[in-house]
């Protein structure tokens, strides 16, 4: 299956606005078969009926039972999954989603482990924002198709993430947007030197210029970084 742009088809916080075509309920009972976009209110009743929704493609849900990814399986064309403020504190394997390309997990406040993932192998596109408490990536690595991945933290809150190891693995990576804070003092973004596929790299700018440089050395399609406020790296000269 080709890949097509999500994270990078706007450049804007795929978490934030309505997705076209988007129907809401709170019973799937309530929604015509034929749907494809649909968005799940809390509490939901009858989920066990989103497997006969064959057309399915784009999902978004508020609360998630462990049990629902049997159902979720039965949906053949289900390629985005949008987790927006879950409680849950983990979330059990996505194996069964096979044909999943994109997701956005935002402010899942309990959310700590990331290890769900480490069985979509061919997922394309990822968003991780205000999960406070991930801060290992360390499934990430296992993502070897992924093109596209968006990581932002709360502002507010001191949390750091442990090593960008797992990214620089990541051989297929196009575009990266990172705005959160790396354990350790020098070398943080090394990591990320090596990413041959790597065309647009946006970051917050909490970083040494070298550790910056280091990256721009070490991607061979990456022209520069991009931070918040119009300003990158190297700074754009001005026209005398």
Not at 35 to 62: H, Q
Not at 93 to 117: D, G, H, I, Q, Y
Not at 155 to 182: D, E, N
């Amino acid at each position: 299956m080709g890949f097509r742009r999500f994270l990078s088809a706007s450049n804007e916080h795929p978490y934030l606005g309505v997705p076209d075509g988007q129907i809401s309920a709170g019973d799937v009972s309530d929604l015509p078969r034929s749907a494809t976009c649909i968005e799940l209110e809390e509490p939901c009743a009858n989920f066990e009926l989103i497997s006969s929704f064959k057309r399915l493609r784009d999902l978004s849900l508020s609360q998630v039972d462990q049990s629902w990814f049997r159902h979720l399986a039965g949906c053949p064309k289900l390629r985005i999954l949008r987790l927006n403020g879950l409680k849950n504190a983990s979330l059990p394997s996505f194996a069964s989603l096979a044909n999943l390309r994109s997701l956005v997990l935002f402010r899942c406040a309990k959310l700590s482990s990331l290890s769900f993932l480490r069985h979509i192998k061919d997922l394309h596109s990822l968003c991780i924002s205000e999960c406070p408490l991930i801060r290992d990536l360390g499934p990430l690595d296992r993502l070897t198709e992924l093109r596209e991945l968006w990581i932002d933290s709360q502002i507010s809150r001191s949390t750091k993430i442990k090593s960008l190891k797992p990214v620089g693995k990541l051989s297929q990576l196009q575009y990266l947007q990172f705005y959160a804070k790396v354990d350790g003092k020098t070398s943080r973004l090394d990591p990320l030197a090596g990413l041959q596929k790597l065309n647009t790299l946006q970051m917050s700018n909490g970083f040494s210029d070298a550790e910056y440089r280091v990256v721009l050395d070490g991607c061979p399609k990456l022209k520069e970084i991009r931070f918040s406020g119009g300003k990158s790296f190297p700074k754009k000269k001005r026209a005398k």
